[in-house]
């Protein structure tokens, strides 16, 4: 090993280290940040946490959310999952360290492909990974995105090593990268990788055309295929489990033709483009990447004693008032629902960005140009809805996704990235001083006059109110009105602040081009600049109090005295919270088997019950659900807790069947149901109970008397053929029914549930979750494990013979 070669790797290694854990500082002290997310996931997750230590397996299912989901999608470890393993390697430092560590590293491969000096590759790194949104997302607790796009760089780089033609390399980094991109269980942001890919393509296509390639392109593009099957072999079972329940939840097509007021419903094989575009950036938030606060920031900003807001609130309310109001003043004045953060790039970067434009030449500038403008547009949503309407009616998958906003990561990767190309070139010797000298001034018109316009005018170009205003006006008479002057203010010191730091970049670049100054201190100045100028605003957003101790977050919502009162209730039942929004709720999950739960994507059936039944208290639902207890908000917003004693229970025999046609007819069949007496079945599984004759027997009885998450045993008893309704929702990838040992079938009754006929007798009935998913992926991840392992080394082998007969 050469260690004079190998210590700046281990200088940049040691730096991101250091660096990932001095911003995160307080997980030295055993904290852990508090994610709003994380904490929903935890709740949602508790069961199969509490499964996993009882019996030492993988349920794959929980009853605590949504009456009962498959767990695919929110905490599974699946079997031969060695590329998990990979990346808990990679990500050594407690969390979320260890994802700030991952974006570093990954964006300083990225660069040390591209021959990047490792110094300007440091700096380029520490500002993707401080990048204001790369930052926020750990805040709010969308760890799995974040996971996703620290992976995004490795991916990168091993695709232009394939166009390097470094083949073995690039073949390599590729699969590995793509599996732990999949692995990272974030399909929108693979999604938004792929387009990133595409556009790339599409450049070295025309490149390839015009250099009169074309064969050489072949190659390289499957190099890569191969590389990318892998991938997604080694991913199978997550991926195949993946797909089984996208067929169930949400993001998939409804049966219903109708909404629950009765007019026609928006058929879709997707999700609507109401919900898809309901997170759309604004054109002029566009200018958040450069003047970090240019919409006013977040919905929850921090105002000094000197805001407008602060005094106004103390003279009127007093002095606890305005400061609790000043500690989350909702600055933000875009059209979004909620924003955590602004998407800030930093004005160092680009400032840089638009010298590399203008410096760098060939299919690498016009890739990352295309990028940028392709992510900013889309991000725009419904604010573009040309673009974006084509997007969602016609290109396969994009309408399977919500918040457009996000897509615009794609520019948070080609902005830095093209911004250290550009001051790689600037610092080269080799490249012509003129050139230089005309970058400069252009991008000394354009960057700096646009910091300088906004500075000097833009306080008065717009009027920063918000959609919310009249709330706040409702509140307290003037209230919008000093709002609306500190976001101005606010306006005015960030504009001021990326000029001031525009300014110092572009006199850096100034005395290192007329050679007053070396190009060591250039590097070392935009390194301290770059992490001035998104460190600070980061910790505005994300900061040492965010911090709370382990054992609290462990456990993240306080049993309030009357849940605890349920708890005493050892039976297996469903409670349904009016506290909080129950399909946006994981709190009740840590408990209870919850009605509602916390997930983007939902059981799309039982999201459609409770719109059309649940929402408005049929309680013939509630019962069939076994719903035992209501929590609801009495006098001063005092929890309450109501017993349901007309629950169902876990199962009851119906002594008569209502047959419908389609899905609607299912639906509204509820409406009026005795669930206790009747049943409804889509007719076809009339050859199913064609030949029962349901007869009353007074001494019939049904008790669950085994429960497991994944595996419920009922004893019955009767005296004839009965037809069983169990509360339990139905699934039928992968929940098998036995009788006696012997599987039989069951039915999806009442919209949501099992039914099964049970013979007259005394009997034991199983239901067991068996996904025959589980072990299909798991024989294709094997195979392609072995794949990914004898290829590179026969290609090694090959390669090594083919020098040694040269």
């Keep these: 090993m050469n260690i004079k070669k190998s210590l700046p790797l281990l200088i940049v290694l040691l730096s991101f280290i250091i660096v990932s854990l001095a911003y995160f500082s307080p997980v030295l002290e055993g904290k852990e940040l ?38 695919y999608q929110l905490s599974t470890y699946y079997p031969n999952d060695y590329i998990k393993k990979l990346d808990g390697l990679l990500r050594f430092l407690p969390r979320p360290a260890d994802y700030l560590f991952l ?91 792929l387009f990133a890919v595409l556009i790339f393509g599409i450049v070295q296509l025309i490149e390839a055309i015009k250099q009169k390639e074309i064969p050489v392109l072949l190659k390289q593009v499957g190099i890569l295929l191969v590389a990318v099957v892998l991938a997604v072999g080694v991913n199978a079972t997550s991926l195949l489990a993946t797909k089984e329940y996208a067929d169930h939840s949400t993001r998939s097509k409804s049966q219903l033709t109708i909404n629950p007021d009765g007019s026609p419903k928006e058929m879709s094989s997707g999700l609507s483009k109401e919900y898809i575009t309901q997170y759309s950036f604004g054109l002029l938030e566009t200018f958040d990447l450069f003047i970090p606060r240019f919409m006013g920031g977040s919905n929850s900003e921090k105002l000094d004693k000197e805001s407008y807001t602060y005094r106004f609130l103390k003279d009127k309310a007093g002095r606890k008032q305005a400061l609790g109001f000043a500690e989350n003043a909702p600055m933000y004045w875009g059209n979004q629902p909620i924003v955590a953060a602004p998407p800030y790039i930093g004005a160092v970067f680009i400032f840089l960005f638009v010298i590399g434009l203008l410096l760098v030449k060939g299919p690498l500038k016009k890739w990352l140009l295309a990028a940028t403008i392709f992510s900013i547009v889309l991000s725009w949503g419904k604010n573009f809805d040309l673009l974006t309407n084509f997007f969602i009616d016609y290109v396969p998958l994009y309408n399977k996704f919500r918040a457009v906003s996000s897509i615009q990561v794609i520019a948070e990767i080609a902005v830095p990235l093209l911004a250290i190309l550009g001051l790689n070139h600037w610092l080269d010797s080799k490249v012509d001083k003129s050139e230089k000298l005309k970058a400069f001034k252009w991008a000394g018109i354009s960057v700096v006059g646009l910091a300088l316009f906004f500075t000097a005018a833009g306080a008065n170009l717009f009027a920063f109110e918000s959609f919310r205003d009249g709330n706040y006006e409702n509140m307290l008479a003037g209230l919008s009105d000093v709002l609306i002057e500190d976001r101005r203010t606010i306006f005015f010191q960030d504009s001021l602040r990326s000029l001031v730091y525009v300014v110092i970049t572009a006199c850096l670049l100034w005395l290192f081009l007329t050679e007053k100054i070396k190009k060591n201190i250039v590097v070392v100045g935009i390194l301290i600049l770059v992490l001035l100028d998104l460190v600070i605003v980061d910790k505005r957003y994300v900061n040492n109090d965010d911090f709370i101790s382990r054992s609290r977050l ?6 309030s005295p009357m849940q605890a009162e349920i708890l005493k209730d050892k039976g297996h039942y469903r409670v349904l919270n009016f506290m909080v929004d129950p399909l946006n709720d994981g709190s009740t999950s840590f408990y209870h088997n919850s009605i509602g739960g916390y997930h983007a994507a939902k059981p799309r059936r039982f999201q459609e019950l409770y719109e059309f039944q649940i929402a408005r208290n049929n309680m013939e639902v509630l019962n069939m659900l076994n719903t035992k207890y209501f929590i609801f908000p009495g006098e001063n917003n005092v929890e309450n807790v109501q017993l349901n004693e007309d629950a169902n229970g876990n199962a009851w025999f119906v002594h008569e069947i209502e047959f419908v046609d389609t899905a609607n007819e299912e639906i509204k069949a509820l409406d009026s149901l005795n669930t206790k007496e009747k049943v409804v079945l889509t007719r076809n599984y009339e050859p199913d109970v064609k030949d029962l004759n349901i007869k009353k027997d007074s ?108």
């Design 554 to 559: 462990e456990k993240p919502f306080e049993l």
């Design 699 to 806: 001494t019939a009885s049904i008790v669950l008397s085994s429960y497991k998450a994944n595996e419920m045993v009922y004893k019955t008893a009767s005296q004839s053929d009965q037809l069983a309704v169990f509360s339990e929702m139905y699934y039928k990838d992968g929940w098998n029914a036995y009788i006696d040992g012997k599987m039989i079938p069951y039915m999806r009754a009442n919209y949501v549930l099992r039914a099964a006929v049970i013979p007259a007798g005394n009997h034991e009935l199983i239901f067991k979750f068996e996904p025959q998913v589980i072990q299909t992926g798991r024989n294709i991840s094997l195979i392609s494990y072995g794949l990914l392992l004898l290829i590179p080394l026969g290609w090694y082998f090959k390669e090594r013979k083919t020098k040694a007969d040269q």
């Design 34 to 71: 508090f994610q709003s997310d994380i904490a929903q996931f935890r709740g949602m997750s508790k069961e199969v946490k509490e499964f996993r230590d009882e019996y030492h397996e993988e349920p794959y299912w929980t009853n605590r959310a949504f009456g009962g989901m498959p767990t």
């Design 103 to 193: 974006y570093f590293l990954g964006f300083f491969l990225l660069l040390s492909v591209l021959k990047v000096d490792w110094k300007l590759a440091l700096i380029g790194a520490l500002g993707f990974g401080f990048s204001t949104y790369l930052i926020i997302i750990l805040g709010v607790g969308h760890n799995a995105k974040a996971h996703a796009i620290a992976y995004m760089p490795f991916v990168l780089a091993g695709l232009l090593l394939v166009f390097q033609k470094k083949y073995l390399q690039g073949f390599v980094l590729t699969a590995l990268a793509m599996a732990l991109e999949i692995n990272a269980s974030h399909p929108q942001m693979t999604y938004y990788l």
